[in-house]
């Protein structure tokens, strides 16, 4: 069944650039896109559906790609803890931060799980998000972790949007494992990714590498197994410190480095030759009220492609909106507004694999994108909140939430 939808201006960010057609339509078959082009140019068919989107902007559907949508609990007392001068770290090594959120999320049901992430979820989708990852990480034994991937499935299944599960196992130091780090990556590496990946629970595998989580060392032994399993990795790196974790990350061809305040040339020179996306996280940046800019220039220099994500979590960025996280991208980081929209569309669905197939409007594509009533696409990263005048479209098919 083919459909036709005109009367609207398209950004197809093709090659992460707006690549604009003034007056165009496009042409989806099924789950497809089938033509995208000139108004005038419309191929002539009998086609079963023909929709007037009204002079709208037409956008891929946004990508967030890092996200840790599922979690128990709430930490807004750290949030106040953090404005009266306590840091990050300090409020780990008081018990909170990751360990409090551990605590909760065991003690949670699956169906509290899922109900809880499914509101945060479609605060997303309300956004224009047609695609996110969620990790796991927040369970940290294998019950748990499997109890934290099976919501993520869930998800993807009652929402119309496509969910990339992400294994975070390696994202702190359980109780149970105090002072024994070695002991649970290798709790890690013999049970918990082979059994959940033999489920078919995990999409890719990722890992905190940081001094208050785990050494360069400790990550690469998850990464090798990983391998060993079939499953792409991505990496927490450079947040705090700088280990090279991204390097360390270029060098096992990972799907992206995320965070990256505290890279080097030398580690984007590596993410550049290896293809490793930058994901900048300008949430976290903000809440945690940082001052080490990732380094644009050197990034830039070296044509690393830069994705933005929200990083949905209760402890460092409750953030519920990614046109806001373009936002952030803009002001705290100095990217244009054309940077930022490729950076939740086109180079998020590379960090996720997915770059043959999602966040661009290009024949062949899978038809999901977003008809914004908006002036011109710079407005996506010029409102501050609000939910603007939209269509959403997934898989060919309207999904407006």
Known sequence: MKTLWQHCHVATMAGGKYSIIEDAAMVTAGSLIEWVGPRSQVP???YAQAHDLQGAWVTPGLIDCHTHTVFGG????EFEQRLEGVSYAEIAAQGGGIASTVRATRAATEDELFASAHKRLRSLLRDGVTTVEIKSGYGLDLASERKLLRVIRRLGEALPVSVCATCLAAHALPPEYKDRADDYIDHICSEMLP???????????????????FSPEQVERVFKV???LGLPVKLHAEQLSALHGSSLAARYHALSADHLEFMTEEDAIAMAASGTVAVLLPGAFYFLRETQLPPMEALRKHGVKIAIASDLNPGTSPALSVRLMLNMACTLFRMT?????AGATQHAATALGMGDTHGSLEVGKVADFVAWQIDRPADLAYWLGGELDKRVVRHGVDVTV
């Not at 709430?74 to 007392?77: C, E, W, Y």
């Not at 507004?337 to 929209?341: G, R």
């Open 44 to 46: 002539p068919a009998n």
């Open 74 to 77: 709430n930490r807004s007392g």
């Open 337 to 341: 507004p054309e940077e930022a929209l």
């Open 226 to 228: 990983a391998q060993q």
């Open 195 to 213: 059994a959940l990946a033999a489920e078919g629970l995990v999409d890719a595998v990722d890992a905190f590498c940081e001094y208050l989580a």
